[in-house]
């Protein structure tokens, strides 16, 4: 019996997916659960399991076809052996010469007639979502259209190029310029460059991060913090902590409650925009930032404000971990209230964080150094540390901005205040 093998829910607003990798082709053996291929979505990459055990009996989309949630992917005969599933294909692809020589006197007597049909597109194979929306919003004839995926698989980029390329006008009365605009030619590359395309992922980091700066009145407010105590108090702390915990000791469980803190005295930093409302929450949910191979992702910690030092500890090595393995839920990435992001651990000394919208504010914390200070009238060799703090200054004022600020500064140079919460 075949069974369907569909492109699961992937989570909160996300819609559709990239086929980025499929681990088995038509005719190999899977077992239940098991793996078989990798979809990419403008969040995380997803892997989707065999429903049943079986064979591979047909792969419906290939490689860089973008599907939607509930859409057809691949067929698995279950129960059956791997060389048994390679006889349903081995019959289709033996019925299409058959089809073809059946068609080829009708086609055009002439010889030449042969290589056009290489190039048409099979429409044996159904269309992927995005390439059918397109064919029908254009009420173009998918057969007449060259094709380049594989096995003669029509792709997004075939149909915008089709239209772009003088395709015959629409039969229906549709105006102009509801077709899509035409691509930006690529240009041509010169020796020693390659062509990448970008990922999903990466995509979307690049379209929000525009958005963002677009559409908020950001603005960046600095100052810096002299890190001896928390050095101090880590160093005195750590190996009991870890021996204790199971865990190590880091900076960023202090830099999350000193946010933490600072947001339950400055609510403005910790809401966002809706419209013409403004939304408070009495909650922190703070995302931290982690680069990963793929690109930057943000995963979030709920209701940080309640956890202790070795859960956050605990939780931040856990989404490291998994963020570089792409093994992030969605869930655990969207409905953050607040960002940290740490662009010290690459050696940056000092910048200016973009918001992570819809959120108002975001913490940019750098590089430790050692600097001369001037203390008590004397000066000192100090580890300092720079602190960034980019927020909309449409729901956060100036006033805001700096207190929450120098609340943190307070928070973390004198670590003691955190735990008697003054």
């Not at 922190?284 to 202790?308: F, H, M, N, W, Y």
């Not at 859960?311 to 989404?319: A, K, P």
Request: negative net charge; proline residues 7%.
């Amino acid at each position: 019996m075949a069974t369907e093998v569909k492109v699961p829910a992937l989570g909160e607003s996300v819609s559709e997916a990239t086929v980025a990798k499929w681990y088995k082709k038509v005719g190999d053996a899977v077992a239940a659960d098991e793996p078989i291929v990798e979809l990419e979505t403008d969040k995380v990459t997803v892997e989707v399991n065999a429903p049943v055990a079986g064979a591979i009996a047909e792969l419906v989309v290939g490689e860089g076809d973008e599907v939607e949630v509930g859409a057809l992917i691949a067929m698995i005969n279950e129960g059956a052996e791997g060389s048994a599933a390679a006889a349903p294909a081995e019959e289709k692809a033996e019925a299409a010469p058959a089809k073809e020589e059946k068609a080829a006197p009708a086609a055009a007597p002439a010889p030449a007639a042969a290589p056009a049909a290489a190039t048409a597109a099979n429409t044996d194979h159904p269309l992927p979502p995005a390439v059918r929306k397109l064919v029908e919003d254009n009420n173009l004839n998918p057969a007449a259209i060259p094709a380049t995926g594989k096995d003669g698989r029509l792709t997004k980029g075939d149909v915008m190029n089709y239209l772009a390329g003088g395709a015959p006008a629409p039969r229906a009365t549709a105006p102009v310029a509801s077709a899509p605009a035409a691509p930006k030619p690529e240009r041509e590359l010169r020796d020693g460059e390659e062509r990448v395309k970008m990922s999903k992922l990466r995509q979307t980091i690049a379209r929000r991060l525009k958005e963002a700066q677009n559409t908020a009145a950001m603005l960046t407010t600095y100052n810096e913090v002299d890190m001896t105590n928390l050095l101090a108090c880590r160093n005195q702390y750590k190996d009991g902590f870890e021996k204790k915990h199971g865990v190590k000791l880091g900076f960023m469980s202090f830099f999350i409650k000193a946010c933490t803190t600072a947001l339950k005295e400055w609510p403005a930093v910790n809401a966002e925009i809706d419209g013409n409302s403004f939304i408070y929450k009495n909650y922190c949910d703070i995302g931290v930032a982690v680069g990963t191979p793929q690109g930057l992702v943000v995963p979030v910690i709920r209701s940080a404000e309640e956890k202790t030092f070795a859960d956050l500890e605990s939780t931040i090595v856990d989404f490291g971990k998994r963020a570089r393995d792409g093994k992030l839920g969605m869930d655990e990435m969207t409905g953050g209230s607040f960002t940290i992001s740490n662009g010290g651990v690459f050696g940056s000394l000092l910048s200016s964080p973009i918001l992570n919208a819809p959120q108002s504010g975001i913490l940019g914390m750098h590089k430790t150094q050692m600097r001369p200070v001037a203390i008590d009238g004397k000066v000192e060799i100090r580890p300092m540390m720079y602190l960034a703090l980019s927020y909309d200054h449409r729901i956060i004022d100036g006033r805001e901005a700096v207190s929450f600020l120098v609340r943190v500064k307070e928070c973390i140079e004198n670590p003691e205040r955190i735990l008697l919460d003054i």
